[in-house]
């Protein structure tokens, strides 16, 4: 592509590993030959992001960016910017999530050893609101244009195979170290070196040879539909939490912070929401998660708007306290510019963040990887959705280590977010199971 020699050096180093120099050839044609979206998941390296049915799914990896350090956003939104420049796009459809589409992860600290990717499938097939479409990506000026029904014929479609077992068990961080830091958090609230803390723990299990990841992957999608199931790179996930969503110059997010159980009946599935409500710790933890979003978002958005106070959003198991965010951005700001911004949240790390950031990592003492990072999709023009990698799990080879986490504020019982952290890691416990 001609590309100057960039001042990021994960950007240097991310077109270095893909001697990508070539332009990308892009076609979108409606299809009406797609009916379930999930079931166009490769059965190995899915790609994934969907909620409610819609979404998109990729096949086949053409190009693969990656990304590490703290200037990690800074790169990919650089990287970008680069290929959508000189790509040759030719799209009859014109919405959201088509045309040229990379499927994103991003390690959530700087100093972790995960590496953050941008991934540009061959293939996707997408659908929403009653519209389906397949797009081709192929390298180099492209003589004639790919026929994308010939593209979606040659697209295996295996039955799924069987249901995936296994068990998983504490992994570096203990249940007792877990209460232990949280303990210790405490501690530090009451110094008043933080407001709030998010403490994260993980669990691991080992899948066995041959595992069809799409099964859990169904099963997540199935089961939480109102969430947005992803599967990037093999972090595999369904997050009830918006980071950003772009499209055509509106930005929305959803904040939750503070939780509770759902109840064994409606009676007591009632009063575990208003307990929830009520709660005046969970109302503060909720409270400097929307501000940390809303101060992040404020300098580059005009008429933005948030509920005066969060509603109680039921899941299959969980109430979370939850508030919408929307606004119109002052300016053209690319979804992977606002992921750079916004990222970390009070949600996941703390308040105030710089200091959460440091004690987390000191009372943790895990790298935490993708988990709670964001993951999601942009498109060309800059549109797209991201969440907050929650719910999820890293599979890497026969290992798969799943996440969750609890804020911490005065008041809070280490027993008690222990026990919070448990129903967090049900959704995925029970894919696997």
């Known amino acids: 592509m001609g590309l100057k020699s960039s001042p990021f050096p994960a950007l240097n180093e991310a077109f270095a590993m893909t001697n990508q120099r070539e332009p990308l050839t892009i076609v979108t044609r409606p299809s009406d030959e797609i009916d379930r979206i999930l079931d166009w998941i490769a059965p190995d390296h899915p790609l994934a992001f969907v909620r409610n049915g819609e979404g998109i799914v ?147 299990a080992q899948l066995p040879a041959g595992a069809d990841l799409r099964v859990p992957i169904a099963a997540l999608a199935t089961r939480y539909p109102d969430t947005f199931t992803f599967a990037v790179d093999g972090l595999i996930g369904s997050s009830p939490e918006t980071l950003v969503n772009v499209h055509n110059g509106t930005v929305s997010a959803r904040v939750l912070a503070g939780s509770a159980a759902r109840g064994d009946n409606h009676s007591s599935d009632e009063q575990a929401a208003a307990t929830l409500t009520g709660s005046l710790k969970d109302q503060q933890e909720h409270a400097l998660a929307l501000a940390s979003v809303m101060d992040a978002l404020r300098p580059l958005s005009r008429e933005l708007h948030a509920a005066s106070s969060p509603f109680a959003l039921q899941l299959p198991n969980l109430w979370h306290l939850a508030t919408d965010i929307e606004g119109q951005l002052a300016e053209r700001s690319s979804a992977l510019d606002l992921i750079g911004i916004l990222h970390p949240t009070a949600a996941v790390a703390g308040t105030p963040t710089p200091a959460a950031l440091q004690i987390i990592d000191l009372l943790e003492g895990f790298d935490r990887g993708r988990y709670a990072g964001p993951v999601g999709w942009v498109d060309a023009d800059g549109n797209g959705e991201w969440a907050v990698a929650l719910r999820c799990a890293q599979v890497d080879g026969t290992r798969i280590t799943a996440y969750a986490g609890a804020g911490i504020v005065t008041g809070s019982d280490a027993e008690r977010e222990l026990a919070e952290t448990e129903l967090k890691f049900r959704p995925i416990i029970e894919a696997f199971a």
């Open 58 to 204: 990729g096949v086949g990896e053409l190009l693969r960016l990656e990304f590490r350090g703290a200037d990690r956003f800074a790169a990919a939104a650089a990287a970008w910017s680069e290929l959508t420049r000189t790509a040759i796009v030719h799209d009859s459809v014109n919405r959201a999530g088509t045309g040229l589409i990379a499927f994103g992860s991003f390690a959530f600290a700087g100093s972790s050893s995960a590496v953050s990717v941008l991934i540009i499938p061959r293939v996707i097939v997408g659908n929403r609101e009653g519209s389906h479409w397949v797009t081709t990506i192929s390298a180099g000026e492209a003589n004639t244009m790919p026929d994308t029904t010939d593209a979606l014929a040659t697209l295996p479609r295996h039955p799924h195979g069987a249901a995936v077992h296994v068990s998983f068990a504490p992994g570096d961080m203990s249940t007792t170290a877990f209460t232990t830091a949280v303990t210790a958090a405490l501690q530090e609230i009451a110094l008043s070196r933080a407001e709030k803390l998010v403490i994260a723990r993980d669990q691991v």
